[in-house]
């Protein structure tokens, strides 16, 4: 089908100044809407987890996991036991600290494992989200630095080991 377009030369100057009104409010409900999600993504960190690393989320969350959530944000210090399997390790070596260093409620993280190989797969989990996650890049840049002498890059992360 053959179409032919013809331009008469005459500019509708209230058409094409209705379009830019609607353009420009378009633009201004998708920033309101923007920041709507911004902060309540903010306020729940599950959330954030599931939205930005779906990959690692792949099951129904547990319903013990919100309230993990919830005493995490409010505590310095917490011990959580829970079945093998129940995804406690994603949840909070991975998704809760993620949303704590997006959301700027964490300069450092600091992970502890019973073994410095499985403390290394953990660092190494999370750094590799934030140097290629696309959808955390939104909540970036991020920067990653040797601290001290003694640190060894493993997987793109410094790490440090000691035995005391």
Known sequence: MDVA?????KVDEESI?????LYEQTQEEQRQKGERIYHELSLDPLRFARENLAHHFTKPSASFHA?????????????????R???????LMLGYPLHAVCFGRFKFIVMISNTFTKAAEFVDTFVREMKYNRK?????????LKDAE?????GGAFVRSAFL
């Open 150 to 154: 003694g640190d060894v890059e493993q």
């Open 85 to 91: 399997g129940s995804a406690k390790s994603t949840l």
């Open 136 to 144: 955390l890049a939104l909540f970036g840049p991020f920067q990653f």
């Open 17 to 21: 100044a209705s379009e830019h009104r």
């Open 5 to 9: 377009l013809t331009w008469t030369g």
């Open 67 to 83: 309230s993990i959530l919830k005493e995490a944000m409010l505590a310095r210090k917490l011990v959580v036991g829970a079945p």
